[in-house]
């Protein structure tokens, strides 16, 4: 009998083991860490070891400079983001329903995109100069001073403006949910406005600026556009250079390995500085704070306030873009643009699909499965989105290609017809870059959605005789079909802006809306460049207005 049960036992361990759903859950795990597996291999045993030649010249340099630029950003967004959230959830004041959506507008604008409008707007040539000299009757750059536009402050400027709504959207979040209770008593103990900003507010909101602030310091370090356009040497650039312009793909994964110490460093840190730190409502019954209105001075100065990050990151470049979008008519119909915009509907509709499977089906992997792996490989998936596009490059198209040239060469030997490179060769490589890129946004959405569906249920379809697949199709699908939908559009948008990955791993003459952005504005022609960057845009405002609409 005894021997009966161990091997009923054994049995039952070997079919959960053999449970598709298990096996996929790893297989997928598997699929989004092999890239920064591979990364870290080619930076420990490259063919051409230049590590000691990278720290002695360019490596301090690109850490010196990503750091301040990562610090530039994160301080002038927090602050941005913050007072901004801060007015629009303590104050009443002209246009202050407006703003508090508005703000959200510059999500839809790309970085890079902010950069040429901005040089647009301010080189030499561009309407600004051109009106001073005109109205001062200045001659040449010789008889005034203005400030250098492609330099880091520049940068700086840029990237807070694009990514500030990080901050505001989470801290926003954080100050409707304290209780006014708080507030009130504050007052009645005689502290102003100022200090109960930085007494009550701000302390309590803290934990929610500082993931803002970490998510905003992941993009700058991801971002290649900007920084490329104002010449503004990084960790990210110095991949491509080291990559492109050298050929060394060791020295490019050993740099890549820094970005990805830095991005761990970072993660770490925030979490480290509030390991200890709680923060609960005391009241029994909540209470939001009321608004306080505001008249005169202080009224005009909090909506100029609120008006002018709104004002930076979208309506400036917009503008900018919208107006050579207009005065280049003739670039619509070029044959060129529709290419790239096809090429990006169909990869990025693609990797939305795929990532939005592979993320519900592996969280439902794990939640029926018994296993202690696919658990522990759940949350380590989420690390794609904070690696950069152009780590996930080095990681996927080196051993892509070693495995696409064996391919080949086996099909060749064996049948001697020669079928080319199929995965470098093709969009295969963008499909899975963002794919492992955007894989948290998927696995979050269905993990969020299947977290509200009652167990019962499930248990319910089971003592009906539902297999673990049709529960999943009949009872989990309908209930999460908004969550799915809104992972499908994030995926997607994410995907049409993605810029670095898109540059190193596209096939030879395979453009898409974001690549043609950036090439034909590294040429100047912002002609060119301007009616593919009014697609992006407007794809981009899609995701702000799912944003807006769950964030009421």
Not at 29 to 42: G, R
Not at 353 to 359: M, P
Request: net charge positive; aromatic share 10%; proline share 5%.
């Amino acid at each position: 009998m005894a021997v009966t049960d161990i091997q009923a036992g054994t049995h039952a361990k070997k079919r959960e083991w053999l449970n598709p759903w298990s096996i996929g859950a790893i297989a997928i795990a598997a699929i989004v860490l092999l890239p920064i597996l591979s990364v870290v291999f080619l930076a420990m045993f490259p063919k051409e070891n230049i590590w000691p030649h990278l720290i002695s010249t360019t490596l301090p340099r690109y850490l010196t400079t990503t750091g301040v630029l990562m610090s530039g950003v994160g301080l002038m967004t927090a602050c941005m983001g913050t007072g901004a959230a801060w007015m629009v959830t303590r104050y009443e004041f002209p246009l202050r329903k407006w703003l508090q959506w508005l703000l959200l507008l510059p999500l839809a604008i790309p970085a890079y995109v902010g950069a040429y409008a901005l040089v647009d707007l301010l080189e030499y040539a561009g309407p600004v100069q051109s009106a001073l000299r005109s109205l001062f009757g200045w001659q040449s750059a010789r008889d005034y001073w203005f400030p250098e536009i492609r330099s880091m402050g520049a940068a700086i400027l840029v990237l807070s403006a694009s990514l500030y709504p990080y901050v505001y959207l989470l801290t926003r979040a954080a100050f409707r949910e304290q209780s006014g209770s708080a507030e009130e008593v504050a007052r009645s103990l005689g502290a102003g406005p100022f200090k109960r900003f930085l007494r009550v507010g701000l302390p309590l909101a803290r934990p929610a600026i500082a993931a803002g602030v970490a998510v905003v310091m992941m993009e700058t370090v991801n971002d290649f556009g900007t920084v490329d356009y104002f010449a503004v040497q990084t960790l990210t650039t110095g991949i491509f250079s080291v990559w492109l312009q050298s050929g060394n793909a060791g020295g490019a994964a050993q740099i890549a390995c820094v970005v990805l110490a830095l991005i761990v460093i970072l993660v770490t840190l925030e979490r480290y500085s509030r390991r200890r730190m709680r923060f609960f409502n005391l009241s029994t019954r909540h209470r939001p704070p009321e608004h306080v209105k505001l008249r005169g001075f202080p009224a005009l100065f909090a909506t100029v306030a609120c008006t002018i990050p709104f004002l930076m990151g979208f309506v400036l470049p917009a503008g900018v873009i919208l107006k050579h979008a207009l005065a280049n008519a003739e670039e619509w119909a070029d044959p060129k643009l529709f290419s790239a915009t096809a090429n990006t509907l169909t990869v990025g509709g693609i990797a939305a699909v795929l990532t939005v499977l592979g993320g519900v089906f592996m969280v439902y992997g794990v939640r029926i499965s018994r296993r202690t792996l696919p658990r522990l490989l759940m949350p380590v998936t989420s690390i794609g989105y904070a690696a950069p596009g152009a780590v996930l490059g080095v990681g996927i198209l080196i051993p892509l290609a070693v495995l696409d040239h064996g391919l080949a060469d086996l099909v060749e030997n064996t049948t001697g017809i020669d079928i080319g490179l199929i995965l470098t060769g093709s969009a295969f490589a963008l499909v899975l870059a963002y794919t492992v890129r955007f894989f948290a946004i998927a696995q979050g959405a269905a993990d969020a959605a299947m977290g509200r569906v009652s167990p019962n249920l499930s248990l319910a379809a089971r003592s009906l005789g539902k297999d673990q697949g049709q529960t999943l199709r009949l009872v989990y699908f309908p209930m999460m079909r908004a969550s799915i939908a809104s992972a499908l559009l994030l995926v997607f948008v994410d995907s049409v802006k993605e810029l670095p990955a898109t540059l190193l791993l596209r096939p030879f003459n395979y453009d898409t809306l974001a690549t043609r952005v950036h090439e034909q504005a590294s040429l100047e022609n912002l002609g060119g460049a301007a009616p593919a960057a009014v697609l992006v845009i407007l794809v981009g405002l899609c995701a702000v207005a799912l944003l807006a609409r769950a964030n009421r």
